[in-house]
C-alpha cells in the first residue's frame, strides 16, 4: 500500500513538472503567438537532438481542429499588430528558418483548416552549414540535412493569401556576437532581398535563437519591419512588451494535444 501511495505521488509529481497544470489562466485577451519549426515525422531517437523542432502532421492536425472548434481567429504577424483592438482568441502561427516540410505538410492543413502563418526564411538556407547547433555552437549536421523551400514553393504560398513570409537574416546568425556594420547587413539585406524576390513587403523579422541586444532592435526597426518576434515564453501583452520585442510560445514537437491545450490556455511554454 504505501509503494503504491509513493508511485502515485512522484507521477503527480512528475506529471505536475512536466504539465504545469496548476499555473493561472492568462486571458484570451492576449493573442497567442506560437513558435514551430518543422511539421515532419521524427527522427529515430538515437539520430535525432531535434525532434522537439519536429511535429508530427497528425498532431499539428489535432491543433488546427482544436483552435478552430474553440473559435481561434488567425492572424499573420504583421496583421496582428496593425489591429489597434485585437480581438480576443487571436493567434498568430509562426514557423522559423524555412522548412520545405513547412509547404509540404503545413500548408495543406493551413488551407484546409483556414489559418494564416507568417514563416520567417533564412535567404542562404541552402548553404550546408546555415544551421548552428546553439549549444555546442558549431554546425548542426542534423539540420542542415533538411530539406529547405524554394522560391518557388514560396511564391505558391503567397499567392494562396494565407502566408506572410518574413525574414530570419541571411546566415541565421547571433546578432548579438555581430558589430553594428555586420547587423545592418543581416537585417537589411535580407530584407530587401525578400522583397526583390517575392516582389512583396518584408514587414516582419524573427532573431534567431531568439538572442538580440538593444542595438539589433534598433536597427530593425530603423530598417522599416513592423514586428520582430523573440523566443520569449509568454503571451504579446501590448503594455509589456513592444512590437520589437513579441514572445512566442513554443510547440514542441515531444508534447501532444494535451500540452498544447495547456499552452494555450495558460500563455506559456510550460
Partial sequence: MIYAVIILVAIFIFFSLRFSWWRKN?????????????????????????NRL???????????????????????LSELVRLENIPEKSVVLTFDDGYEDNFRNAFPLLQKYGFKATIYIVLNRFENNWATDK???????????????????????????????????????????????????????????????????????????????????????????????TTVNGVFDKNKYSNFEIPRIMVSGRQGLYAFILKMKKGRNR
Fill in 135 to 229: 549549444d555546442l555552437d558549431k554546425a548542426s549536421s542534423e539540420l542542415n540535412r533538411e530539406k529547405m523551400l524554394i522560391n518557388e514553393q514560396i511564391k505558391t504560398m503567397l499567392e494562396s493569401g494565407l502566408i506572410e513570409i518574413g525574414s530570419h537574416t541571411l546566415d541565421h546568425v547571433n546578432l548579438p556576437k555581430l558589430n553594428k556594420e555586420e547587423k545592418e547587413k543581416q537585417l537589411i539585406e535580407s530584407k530587401k532581398q525578400i522583397e526583390e524576390i517575392f516582389d512583396i513587403k518584408c514587414d516582419s523579422f524573427a532573431y534567431p535563437f531568439g538572442f538580440y541586444d538593444k542595438n539589433s532592435v534598433a536597427i530593425v526597426e530603423n530598417a522599416a519591419y513592423t514586428n520582430a518576434t
Fill in 54 to 76: 519536429r511535429v508530427r502532421p497528425k498532431d499539428f492536425e489535432k491543433q488546427l481542429i482544436w483552435l478552430k472548434q474553440n473559435g481561434f481567429k488567425s492572424f499573420t
Fill in 26 to 50: 492568462i486571458s484570451y485577451v492576449y493573442p497567442r503567438v506560437l513558435m514551430y519549426h518543422m511539421i515532419s515525422q521524427h527522427l529515430p531517437k538515437n539520430q535525432s537532438k531535434f
